[in-house]
């Protein structure tokens, strides 16, 4: 096992910052809250009252004579909210939950904290909770979630910076185990995945142009692939395909699909509880007028509501499923719990499998096939994409590709004319690339242009 250590603790320094904020701050009864964490409120006003404290004056002989270049030196950074939340907030997680270079945190017990790098490397770390500072560390997160053992012996939900977080109780297990799910707190874009060789240009113009669907008609698609390929990832970003206009309706166990970047949406968490709490949201979304429906995992009951939403004409339906290739996700469909009919299946358009593999010690997530499913006779699928061992040249035959064959017949044009649209499209991918364009905002701005819808992109 790797072993990784973290700078989370310098007990003389903490006492120090402690009365500081006992001595400056005006919150009543602070050790109440020091006990039982802060509220967002009282956080910020924490926060705000540290940053603007004039060292130079205040209790300098009582407490920090000889640490006051210290903190002048981290004044003009974020070592102030690091300081809060070392003292209120996540404790001694505080310094990974800062960083981005972490996906998954683990905590078995007070001595075993393990996490998982972005690149999937497993390190044991050197922290080590105390029984208080673990307890305030558990109520300050059940209160910022919300959480409740009394009514269940788990508990699902999302911290302030999105990241999601499962708490076993101990009833069930001999420690209050925690596993976070750490998000990047810049969210990936378009031209990141192809930096990263998630996929290639022409797989990135294909499925630009399939989810928006000329905003006439959109695929409904799902994206499939095993535990922590980055299913969700992947749809959040294909979300910005999507025209800000629309009326997207989103529904997931646990708050994770970003769809603030549309004025008209919704999002709706299912209860856990409730087992049939996810199929029966689905089955209202139909009521409350939709131009996409988003699920953020389907694995169940749910699945009907959605392939009857396909049927009464809703497109550009989107989801993730647990599956390791098209194959197996047509199985899952049709097997118990989902049952769906074959007939009802071929109104799914396209299967996205997302993938992960080893090239020595660096891991790739990436596109490893793209499936079609046809429409006529038996299920069968078209596999127009295909990188199974990661030849990151590997084409997309748009001439095979029956979606985009029926999109062409929709909007009256050829598929010559369809491969000058896509070719187009490469190119604006390539120079946003060529750019480094970063801001998430631009990339979504440059996709959605109408300078770049199929008419104008066929009179270029």
Known sequence: ??????DYENKEFNEIIYKIMLHTIEISDFDNYFTKGLTNEDKEKVLTEIKNLDFSIIAINEVIVETKNFFKKYLESDFTEYLIDYLIGYKELAPIMKSDDYEEIMVNDYNKVFVISRKNIYYKTNIVFDRRSFNVFLE?????????????KFIDGVLPDNSRINIVSKEIARFNVITIRKFLSKPLT????????????????YLWTVIEG??????????????STGKTTLLNILLNFVHPKERVICVEDTKEINTTIFDN??????????????????????RMRPDRIVIGETRGKEAKALFM???TGHQGCISTIHANNSGDLINKLLSEPMNIEESYIKLLDIIITF???????????????ISEISRLGNITLNHIYSNDNMEFSSSVNFMSSQFLEKLCNYISISKIELQIVIDNRIKILKSMVDRNIKDSEEIRNLLIDPRFGYKELLNK
């Open 309 to 311: 939403a396909m049927d």
């Open 140 to 152: 300050y997160i059940k209160k910022t979630i919300n959480g409740d053992f009394n009514k269940r």
């Open 355 to 369: 993938d992960k593999k080893y090239i020595g010690n660096k891991m790739y997530r990436y596109v490893s096939q």
């Open 190 to 205: 378009i031209v990141d995945l192809i930096n990263n060789n998630t996929f290639n240009y022409e797989v990135a113009a």
């Open 1 to 6: 096992m790797n072993e990784i250590e973290f």
């Open 265 to 286: 949406s919704v999002s709706l968490i299912s209860d856990i509880s409730d087992p049939d709490s996810l199929y029966n949201i689905t089955l209202n979304i139909l």
């Open 214 to 227: 000329f905003n006439l008609k959109p695929a409904n698609l799902f994206i499939c692939g095993g535990t």
